[in-house]
């Protein structure tokens, strides 16, 4: 862009497509084809479009101040997403319960306090469970913040520490096997967030529910299924949602531990976990920053620019369906048709800190994409009287901006570098330390 104004035309935000910076930045690529759907990477091709405005209600009238944001605009957006696109989810069971097996060995050479937690979704201890991992500085003199990790696999094979229990993942026969028979995505890097006073805790999503077709009955999801009833109804939650519901069950653990912050949680995710992170942090308040990696189509990058991955690619027969909402699929061919666009999406972070971390080679995912519903949803955080990116265009890789909204692109692919951790540290560092 331009200038960091917005076209504002019948309560819908017009951003124009121009060759911005980012051409620089994101080079154009040959189209590809995914699923029998045209894939398109190049910035010219991705099209014009009109943005719903996040400041303008239903009804028509402008949102003129916080009141009417926080009472009426809010819970419309949120009720919009639930219905078109991630499906409506349950509150907490009310016969959730909590087991603290491990309740404070010293791990990482004494620099560390480990807990181990199980997470029973309802009074039948052999149904849907969830083992969640926490660590806190072991000098802490107090209740710490905590970054809440949403991880590919069990917990186990999330940090260097025998110690922590071995967990079961989902294998390739769609049945639960011992997590060393697994890989891991990485491992975090817990001496260097309790170094700075901060807790890291971690999940692993398929505890909550599978990560493939057919896996509605082998998951939290089934323990909601009424009588005869094979499937969640059109508006009701796909995995996605799941993930993000078993999120928040793990902020109510958090909640209740003593050496936790509970005001102080970041959440973090990558990938479709990036997009579960948003969406957990759009439907839930309680978090307090959100830090989401190359979440792109179905999280923070627009819908309606035809580039990288599409909602028809989400969608596709044999792809990530039951990720969304069965809804969602309605919007395939026609994404201006939808009632929301991620920029709502990012709005409903606001006024928490969010960072958006994304790599410049990751086209699938469209890293201006992320960026300009980033920009588009500025007018909310300044509603908040809270800065945005204050760029109008797609910074250089490896140039954080940080302010309350944030945005990363390292150079490089799909997923994080070690440096993004980094960044991650220094984001909550400006945001956390009082």
Sequence with gaps: MKSGRDWVLSG????????????????D??????AGIPVNYTESLAGTYTLPDALVLLNGKPVKDTKIWTEKRRPEIVRLFEENQYGRMPGRPSDMSFD????????????????????YFSKDKAGPKMDLLLYLPADAK???PVLLNAGFSANSNAVDDPGVKVGEIWGRDQKRVPATQGRGFGKLNVPAFVKEGFGVATVYYGDIDPDFLGGVTLGVRKLYLKPGQEKPAADEWGAVSAWAWGLSRALDYLVSDKGVDAKRVALTGVSRLGK??????????????????CSGEGGAALSRRNYGETIAHLVASGRYPYQFAENYGKYAAHPE?????ANLLVALIAPRPLLLQTGNTDKWSDPKGEFLAAKAAEPVYRLFG???????????????VLHDMGYLMHA??????????????????MHFVK
């Design 12 to 27: 819908w935000v017009l951003i124009p497509v121009l060759a911005v910076r980012a051409a620089a930045q994101i080079a």
């Design 29 to 34: 690529y040959p189209a590809d084809t995914v």
């Design 100 to 119: 603290v097996y491990d309740k404070g060995t010293p791990a990482y050479d004494g620099r560390a306090i480990r807990r181990q937690v199980t997470i």
């Design 142 to 144: 107090g209740p710490v």
């Design 276 to 293: 579960t992170v948003m969406w957990a942090g759009a439907h839930d308040e309680r978090f307090a920053m959100v830090i989401a990696s």
């Design 337 to 341: 048709t939808s009632p929301v666009d």
């Design 386 to 400: 809270k800065q945005g990116l204050g760029v109008d265009e797609v910074p250089p890789a490896g140039q954080a």
């Design 412 to 429: 490089g692919g799909h997923g994080m570098v070690p440096s993004d951790w980094d960044v991650y540290l220094q984001f909550m560092k």
